[in-house]
């Protein structure tokens, strides 16, 4: 019995833009908190941040409010390094049920390198957001956390 050989014919990968529902992305812009989930392989760790996105990425970063330790010791920051996979919520509770909603971000996230041009830029877009951070509560040197988001969950009627 002979074996037939078939050729498969590879495609090119194409990445497709994400396709967040605009209701969902003025949200994603104007909101003025978000909760960031880490995994450190072991337990969840769950922190509120304000953030910026840019229509690519979404930008937080470590400021000057007190904190427990060093920048580089946060539980988030060793949290990314052991395991990159984040999440991210941004929701909206209400007593009038039909105006709840939420948006659930999966994505990738990185620490910005201090030579990468895209953290000076994450700090404008942070600073333009929150006058705490025009006012001196973000550096020029902070810690940027990256995220590039790989699936949106959204529910309600933003």
């Not at 019995?1 to 605009?22: E, G, S």
């Amino acid at each position: 019995m002979a074996l037939r050989v078939m050729a498969l014919r590879i495609m090119p990968l194409r990445i497709m833009p994400l396709r967040i529902p605009v209701p969902f992305k003025k949200k994603l812009t104007s909101a003025r908190v978000a909760r960031l989930a880490t995994m450190d392989g072991r337990s969840p760790y769950l922190v509120p941040v304000c953030f910026a996105f840019d229509g690519k990425h979404i930008y937080t970063a470590i400021d000057k409010k007190p904190k427990k330790s060093r920048v580089k010791e946060l539980q988030r920051v060793r949290n990314i390094r052991v395991n990159p996979q984040v999440a991210l919520i941004l929701d909206e509770y209400d007593e009038d049920w039909s105006k709840l909603w939420y948006m659930l971000v999966r994505g990738r996230a990185d620490l910005i390198k201090d030579s990468e041009r895209d953290r000076s830029r994450a700090i404008q877009l942070l600073r333009r957001k929150y006058p705490q951070y025009r006012m001196g509560l973000l550096a020029d040197d902070a810690r940027v956390i990256r995220i590039t988001p790989e699936k949106f969950v959204c529910w309600g009627k933003p």
